[in-house]
């Protein structure tokens, strides 16, 4: 898998012309690197509506910030707007494009960044997370480890890093596969290729981008991957 990091503008990304969706694209942001161009008016009214919901304002501002940045990175990959953008959603609660079904996207989000994954022709999951302190960090890794990742992991000194590689590796793939958290995470033992109902899903552990670990899977082999850290 070759995999090119590069370190791009968010104002450049803007005035940036239409991309070609031919390979995985992951982009990410800090949130205070998007904050200065949050146009809430490119989102839809259900989404406005939603993120009026929100009780607090720091929840509300990073809703419309990733949807924000969402729209604006699918429409590199389209011929519409951003504004014109329509989604649907399945049964398991997976965003599709309506009438550009090749550009399949995900989405991932944590308290100070969010990542949006453009793949062609592919079904794709994405998963960022920022460490945090928990209580009981090994109850949480026997819930979601299949038996045998929680006795490397215990093998291996309970050591955080391996702790969010596992969860974003699993997370990613859950997405990709397109069931989520309906799915059982202990039952899932990581590898790629990852088989499941006959299909290939590759799963792939980028690291820490800014405090966040991230992970991303897709099916098909992934062979040319371009990251994008949006910079100020």
Known sequence: ???EHTILDFSSLLKADQLTNNKVNVFYAEFDNVKPYLDVSILSAEEQQRGQRFVTEQLRLKFELSHY?????????SECQPNTLSFFSDKYGKPFLIDQPDCQFNLSHTDSAVAVMVCHQAACGIDIEMPKAMN???GVAEYFMHPDEYDTWKEQGLREDIFYKTWTKKEAL???????????FKSIKLASPYEYES?????????LLGNNHMAFACEGECK?????????
Do not use: E, P, W
């Open 1 to 3: 898998m070759n995999i």
């Open 69 to 77: 940045f969402k729209r604006i990175i699918l429409a590199k990959f």
């Open 136 to 138: 009981d960090r090994q």
């Open 174 to 184: 859950t997405k990709a596969i397109g069931k989520g958290m309906s799915l059982n």
């Open 199 to 207: 299909n290939s899903f590759y799963v792939h552990y980028v690291g």
């Open 224 to 232: 040319y991957v371009s990251v994008y850290q949006c910079a100020l």
